[in-house]
């Protein structure tokens, strides 16, 4: 059974920075896209950044410059740092991962921007 681990999110201030990792387990295959969404109360799940196994990125708008993601194949793992944080990035942090038709996610890091 595949699960999916994150960890390291929390409260920053506006302007600072946090790195969360994601871990993957029970698999045997390697997965297509790793990645990261968020949803923040009421609404609905965004996608925040993306890699593909040739390492080619896809980021929301809201979080160029200001995100970047890494990936390690060989471990299926994945990484968000997060610079600049703003109170809008404030949400809960999803890892997934993509193999064929099939969908993984983790439980979910809350990640808070506030003074």
């Known amino acids: 059974q595949v699960q999916l681990v994150e960890s390291g999110g929390g409260l920053v201030q506006p302007g600072g920075s946090l790195r969360l990792s994601c871990a993957a387990s029970?698999?045997?295959?390697?997965?297509?896209?790793m990645g990261w969404y968020r949803q923040a109360p009421g609404k609905q799940r965004e996608l925040v950044a993306d890699?593909?196994?040739?390492?080619?990125?896809n980021y929301a708008d809201s979080v160029k410059g200001r995100f970047t993601i890494s990936r390690e194949n060989a471990k299926s793992t994945v990484d968000l740092q997060m610079n600049s944080l703003e109170p809008a990035d404030t949400a809960v942090y999803f890892c997934?991962?993509?193999?064929?038709?099939?969908?993984?996610w983790g439980q979910g890091t809350q990640v808070t921007v506030s003074a």
């Open positions: 997934y991962a993509k193999w064929a038709v099939a969908t993984y």
């Open positions: 029970g698999y045997k295959f390697r997965f297509n896209n």
């Open positions: 890699m593909t196994t040739d390492g080619i990125t």
